[in-house]
């Protein structure tokens, strides 16, 4: 079955470490994205891509890196510099043509301690 | 980018019709609104999507005014599993297709 997925579901991660999240999808889709979701709150754009090898900074990129070295993966590192990294991360992918939707991925709830 | 405003919270009986509004005053000519839904601790559900006609699926209607001022996403028989966030998002065109997200409206359906 065609979807995206993301991995882990829950992540804890000791204050100070870099982490990264996995995305991938098998929709043969050329744009990806990388959300962010606070508790009450709607989602905010951290990163995308809409080609391989291509991506910009979204609104709160800050302390965030990602890679887009192949269509299917968008992994996403928050690093250190992220002052409040604990949220819901979603990824979703969709077409770069046309005004298809988006399709999004199930997300990692991370915990920073 | 056009910005998005919708009701914090709507009420709806179980099998009436749910009503969720929104507005978008500031939309461009060829940006679209599309409507996405979110149950707790998920990822977003893409539900429709629509230019300036008005558009119809299986999951719901979308309604959008003349002046593409407004629109107005229908549920036509509202069930306990609807009970979610609904998003009304305009979408960036051209280069810039990145999807920009307002608080949403969390609807309760009741029995």
């Known amino acids: 079955d065609g979807g995206i997925t993301q991995s882990p579901k829950y992540l804890f991660r000791k204050e100070g470490q870099n982490v990264t999240l996995s995305c991938e999808q098998n929709?043969?889709?050329?744009?990806m994205y990388w959300y962010r979701q606070d508790p009450g709150q709607g989602l905010r754009l951290i990163y995308y891509?809409?080609?391989?090898?291509?991506?910009q900074k979204g609104d709160i990129a800050e302390g965030y890196s990602v890679s887009r070295e192949k269509k299917e993966s968008f992994p996403l590192t928050v690093t250190s510099a992220q002052k409040n990294p604990t949220a819901f991360y979603l990824c979703?992918?969709?077409?770069?043509?046309?005004?298809?939707?988006?399709?999004f991925g199930q997300g990692t709830r991370l915990t920073v301690v | 980018d056009a910005k998005t405003t919708q009701p914090t919270s709507m009420d709806c009986a179980e099998g009436r019709a749910a009503n969720l509004p929104c507005n978008h005053s500031?939309?461009?000519?060829?940006?679209?609104v599309y409507w996405y839904r979110q149950i707790h601790s998920q990822g977003p559900q893409y539900i429709i999507h629509?230019?300036?006609?008005?558009e119809t699926n299986e999951m719901a209607s979308l309604i959008i005014t003349e002046d593409r001022k407004s629109s107005t996403l229908i549920l036509p028989h509202a069930t306990l599993r609807d009970t979610a966030v609904y998003y009304c998002?305009?979408?960036?065109?051209?280069?810039?297709?990145?999807?920009?997200w307002g608080l949403g409206t969390s609807l309760a359906v009741n029995p």
């Open positions: 998002i305009v979408r960036g065109a051209g280069n810039n297709r990145k999807l920009i």
């Open positions: 929709l043969n889709h050329d744009a």
């Open positions: 979703a992918s969709s077409t770069y043509q046309g005004q298809s939707e988006a399709f």
């Open positions: 891509s809409q080609i391989v090898n291509d991506f």
């Open positions: 629509g230019l300036k006609n008005n």
């Open positions: 500031t939309i461009s000519g060829n940006e679209y």
